[in-house]
């Protein structure tokens, strides 16, 4: 990707998952951001979002956008097994799969069936190799690792686990595996996911916002508050492992948001 400038700007950064579709005018947003020097992938909930977004970022040099069937959607209705197949389908050719995942929490659980029957089938799509997945993966960490073993998934693509709130031995199996991590503020916040940013090798981390969110909140994240959290997350991340990890950062999601 093109490396951007602009006023106050020092150097790129990488939003690894971002959701700029929230913003009622993404390619706004978008333009804002690349005169920020932030680069992104930006995931979707939605198979209909994906669509709608990508059409709308065609031209963007600074964003990726990803296919998403986000799973509190389908937890909650919005998404049903029609948005679930077209999902599949998209995935097939797309070089980037986001948001997609597990959700086993806050009573999620009880359409397990239908995540796990969703995300098999986006993952099956995938079996080609080449494509950048970012993964939602709470309260199901170890589903989801068991699901990309049985596709070999890490095996020819690559993963990206965002906001990584498993346990130690769930975090240890999937660096083995290969998973990527994105990290973000809200996990900073956290003993364990400070713990985590210290324990994640520098090569298979990377920096998100999981931002802006749905309706009014995405008014309270303007791209320039969103640039100035993300640049704070790196500063974070470097203190706290007492290394500057951002140019392997920056060359790993390079590598990842090339075309």
């Given at each position: 990707m ?5 006023p106050g700007v ?5 939003d690894?998952?971002?959701?700029l579709?929230f913003?009622?005018?993404v390619?706004h947003g978008?333009?804002e951001l690349?005169g920020?020097g932030v680069?992104?992938?930006c995931?979707t ?10 059409a709308e970022?065609?031209?963007a040099?600074?964003v ?5 069937l986000h799973?509190?959607?389908l ?6 097994e ?5 999902a599949?389908?998209?995935a097939a050719?797309?070089r980037?799969v ?5 959700d086993f929490?806050?009573?999620r659980?009880a359409?397990?069936?239908e995540q ?5 089938a ?12 970012s993964l939602?993966?709470v ?14 998934t890490?095996e ?7 906001w ?7 975090l240890?199996?999937a660096r083995r595996?290969?998973c990527?991590?994105s990290v973000n503020?809200f ?7 400070r713990s985590?940013a210290t324990?994640?090798?520098a090569?298979l ?12 909140h ?7 508050r969103?640039a100035a959290?993300?640049?704070?997350t ?6 706290l ?9 920056a060359?790993t ?7």
């Open positions: 093109t490396e951007v400038s602009g020092t150097a790129d950064v990488y690894m998952h971002a959701h579709g913003y009622e005018d390619t978008a333009r690349a920020l680069h992104a992938l995931a909930v939605t198979p209909a979002e994906y669509e709608r977004v990508a970022l065609a031209g040099r600074n990726r956008v990803g296919v998403g799973p509190w959607w937890a909650d209705g919005r998404c049903n029609a948005d679930a197949r077209r599949a389908e998209l050719t797309s980037y986001a948001e997609v995942g597990l929490g806050h009573g659980e359409c397990a069936r796990v029957a969703a995300l098999d986006i993952l099956r799509s995938c079996e080609s190799g080449g494509h950048v997945l939602h993966a309260a199901s960490a170890s589903a989801v690792l068991d699901l990309l073993e049985h596709h070999g890490c020819n693509n690559d993963v990206i686990i965002h990584f709130s498993g346990s130690g031995d769930e240890t199996h595996m290969g990527l991590f503020a996990g900073l916040e956290t003993r364990r996911g985590y324990q994640i090798p090569e981390l990377l920096l998100e916002t999981d931002l802006p969110g749905e309706g009014a995405a008014l309270e994240w303007p791209p320039e969103l959290r993300l640049r704070k790196l500063e974070t991340i470097c203190e492992r007492d290394e500057d990890v951002a140019p392997t950062i060359a999601s390079r590598r990842l948001l090339e075309p």
